[in-house]
């Protein structure tokens, strides 16, 4: 979760990720932004989110974020 904070620190700085569940329904993060995320999130927890995870349920927070993470995780240790 820590390494997922500094993410969306370095993506979208000045907002408290460990409290704020309306990332998007507020208009926190744009487009741009989301798109820089899902490729750190791709790149460093080496998942694939696809454009069918880019829900505000998956997005509007960082506890949301990293159980979608979790869940792209397990989904492919199975394979």
């Known amino acids: 979760m820590k390494k997922l904070i500094e993410i969306l620190e ?4 000045d907002v408290n990720y460990r409290t704020c ?3 998007i329904d507020d208009g926190i993060l744009d487009s ?3 798109l ?3 490729s750190e999130l791709q790149d ?3 998942v694939t ?3 069918s995870l880019v829900i505000p349920e998956n997005f509007n927070s960082a506890k949301a974020l990293w159980a979608m993470i979790e869940r792209l ?3 492919k240790a199975e394979m």
């Open 10 to 13: 370095d993506v979208q700085p």
């Open 21 to 23: 569940e309306t990332l």
């Open 32 to 34: 741009f932004a989301i």
């Open 36 to 38: 820089s995320i899902i």
């Open 44 to 46: 460093e927890f080496e």
């Open 49 to 51: 989110i696809t454009p």
């Open 73 to 75: 995780q397990a989904a």
